[in-house]
């Protein structure tokens, strides 16, 4: 699958970087391809482009506070998931979603 | 300014059994390194910070953190206890990364050292390093290079 992931946290130096590594490593062992944007005391990093959004198959939204660009995601299949259960179980979470999305 | 990761901040085989222990501890040895200038509020600020969602992450290890105005130089303190310590209902840790961030003058490379220290609690093997280190320094050695990260 083709997944573009965002993630903020409250104080946007811990969990936020936590999630990104999280999804990145959960989703090479997995086969998946991801792009995952953090939104933290840094500003956006490795920000999602609109032709990234296009091509996605799934938004993974991992966010505690409100966050910049969302407008870019409307109209895309969005799966809001607490960032500590992204941080905690990163594989079962790309799994639950796997499932949803490759039996439709 | 004070480095990030300081060996001086690092201590194993700690006795604390409860997380106000640990939070107290935390923010009396920030106070007397001169890191932070109120002790209550960081404590507060660890409370505060772990009723929005535990900071727990799997095997054992939290990442308590806080961000307040009385914070003076971006630290990390690293407490290796000897025994669990319940950290919520359904979570024990016995490993702690805390990180103390200043509210303002918060520099784009202490935020860097503290994204990158949290990362490399998701590395396995950096995590048994710590786990069989004999002392502070030989922790401090697995962690130092990051006061140097840009």
Same mark, same amino acid.
């Given at each position: 699958?083709? *997944?573009?992931?965002?993630?903020?946290?409250?104080?946007?130096?811990?969990?936020?970087?936590?999630?990104?590594?999280?999804?990145?490593?959960?989703?090479?062992?997995?086969?998946?391809?991801?792009?995952?944007?953090?939104?933290?005391?840094?500003?956006?990093?490795?920000?999602?482009?609109?032709?990234? +959004?296009?091509?996605?198959?799934?938004?993974?939204?991992?966010?505690?506070?409100?966050?910049?660009?969302?407008?870019?995601?409307?109209?895309?299949?969005?799966? %809001?998931?607490? *960032?500590?259960?992204? +941080?905690?179980?990163?594989?079962?979470?790309?799994?639950?979603?796997?499932?949803?999305? $490759?039996?439709? | 300014?004070?480095?990030?990761?300081?060996?001086?901040?690092?201590?194993?085989?700690?006795?604390? %059994?409860?997380?106000?222990?640990?939070?107290?501890?935390?923010?009396?040895?920030?106070?007397?390194?001169?890191?932070?200038?109120?002790?209550?509020?960081?404590?507060?600020g660890f409370y505060h910070r772990?009723?929005?969602?535990?900071?727990?992450?799997?095997?054992?290890?939290?990442?308590?953190?806080?961000?307040?105005?009385?914070?003076?130089?971006?630290? +990390?303190?690293?407490?290796?206890?000897?025994?669990?310590?319940?950290?919520?209902?359904?979570?024990?840790?016995?490993?702690?990364?805390? $990180?103390?961030?200043?509210?303002?003058? $918060?520099?784009?490379?202490?935020?860097r050292i503290l994204a990158q220290?949290?990362?490399?609690?998701?590395?396995?093997?950096?995590?048994?390093? +710590?786990?069989?280190?004999?002392?502070?320094?030989?922790?401090?050695? $697995?962690?130092?290079?990051?006061n140097k990260v840009l």
């Open positions: 699958m083709k *997944i573009v992931a965002v993630c903020a946290c409250p104080t946007g130096v811990a969990h936020t970087y936590l999630a990104k590594r999280s999804l990145e490593k959960a989703a090479e062992k997995l086969g998946h391809q991801i792009k995952v944007e953090a939104q933290g005391a840094l500003g956006i990093e490795n920000e999602i482009s609109l032709q990234e +959004v296009r091509e996605a198959d799934v938004v993974i939204l991992a966010v505690e506070v409100g966050i910049a660009k969302r407008d870019r995601f409307e109209g895309k299949p969005i799966v %809001n998931i607490p *960032i500590q259960t992204v +941080v905690k179980s990163p594989e079962t979470v790309l799994k639950k979603i796997e499932e949803k999305f $490759l039996s439709r | 300014m004070k480095n990030v990761v300081a060996e001086e901040l690092i201590f194993v085989d700690t006795t604390f %059994n409860s997380q106000k222990d640990l939070f107290e501890f935390i923010a009396e040895t920030a106070f007397g390194l001169s890191r932070t200038s109120d002790i209550r509020s960081v404590v507060d772990e009723g929005e969602y535990s900071t727990a992450m799997n095997d054992g290890i939290a990442i308590p953190h806080c961000r307040t105005e009385s914070i003076l130089d971006a630290s +990390v303190v690293i407490i290796r206890n000897s025994e669990k310590v319940i950290w919520t209902e359904d979570e024990e840790c016995d490993l702690f990364f805390a $990180l103390l961030v200043p509210e303002s003058n $918060l520099n784009q490379m202490h935020i220290i949290a990362q490399l609690l998701l590395e396995d093997e950096f995590v048994a390093q +710590v786990r069989s280190a004999n002392d502070p320094s030989q922790i401090f050695d $697995l962690v130092k290079e990051l």
